[in-house]
């Protein structure tokens, strides 16, 4: 009996493992299949390197919303990694349990936000923020990074947090043994040892920024020109797939189509990049 439930969980799992690789091998054959033969028809070098988006004029530069994407996630790694990854470290080590039992379920609470709140957020409260102390129209690359640093804690604190949990609680033992302070144990001794957890917890959380559209859209300014500040507006690569998919034909489609499979390929190698970083780091 019990091997028969060992072989039955196993063809489950395998099962399971299989369907989410045909997924993944369906969205590639769809993505590819539409949008290279666009990209070759546009050109290469004019699609990624072209700086003009004006569909109605068939020019399909997408230069700007990779440039676009690419400052977002930045700004947005900026803001929220360091107090995604300091969040995790105080509620592990420094913080009282009546403050974890808020701190904990409010955590949670952020993860749960739709995006379109997120939003909202955004323009009621950073946009009108930016604009009085730069009196600029506040949609820009800073506000779109400010409220992506924001999205992404949740994914840096939960993970992190466990990855620091999983450390053995000996590592902290005998650093306090050989005469380490409170501090420098955590910091010198539990967070290296987690760095692999942290790091995962880094990943997720770009992947939730660079492909973050609903939010993005309403503070950003969706201008199809490549920002010259911080304060300047900016399309994203999903933005700009969200914005004209509804209405686009023909060509037009086949170079969201392509977009799409730029920003799929964009992901791809940031993954295989840490990915390689993660195995050094162990």
Excluded at 1 to 8: D, G, V, Y
Excluded at 29 to 45: D, E, R, V
Excluded at 100 to 116: D, E, F, T, V
Excluded at 219 to 247: C, F, H, K, W
Aim: hydrophobic share 55%; aromatic share 10%.
């Amino acid at each position: 009996m019990q091997e028969l439930k060992e072989k039955i969980a196993y063809i489950v799992f395998l099962s399971s493992a299989c369907v989410c690789i045909l997924c993944v091998g369906l969205i590639c054959f769809f993505l590819f299949s539409n949008g290279i033969p666009a990209i070759k028809q546009i050109g290469f070098s004019d699609f990624l390197l072209g700086d003009i988006w004006k569909p109605l004029d068939e020019e399909f530069g997408i230069f700007p919303m990779i440039i676009g994407s690419i400052y977002v996630t930045a700004g947005a790694i900026i803001f929220g990694v360091p107090i995604g990854v300091l969040s995790a470290v105080f509620l592990t080590h420094f913080c009282s349990d009546k403050i974890a039992k808020i701190l904990n379920p409010a955590i949670n609470l952020l993860a749960g936000i739709p995006s379109i709140v997120y939003g909202f957020f955004g323009l009621v409260v950073f946009v009108p923020l930016i604009q009085n102390i730069f009196g600029t129209s506040g949609k820009g690359v800073l506000c779109a990074s400010l409220l992506l640093g924001i999205m992404i804690l949740p994914t840096i604190i939960s993970i992190s947090k466990a990855a620091i949990e999983a450390v053995p609680k000996n590592y902290y033992e005998g650093a306090l043994a050989l005469g380490a302070s409170h501090e420098r144990s955590v910091f010198f001794i539990l967070l290296p040892a987690a760095k692999s957890g942290i790091l995962t917890s880094i990943i997720l959380g770009i992947g939730r920024a660079i492909g973050e559209t609903m939010a993005v859209i309403m503070i950003a300014g969706n201008q199809a020109i490549i920002p010259q500040s911080i304060l300047d507006g900016v399309r994203t690569l999903t933005a700009n797939i969200v914005l004209e998919m509804g209405y686009a034909t023909d060509l037009h489609r086949e170079a969201l189509l392509g977009t799409a499979v730029v920003l799929f390929v964009f992901i791809l190698i940031i993954n295989l990049l840490f990915s390689l970083i993660n195995k050094g780091v162990k």
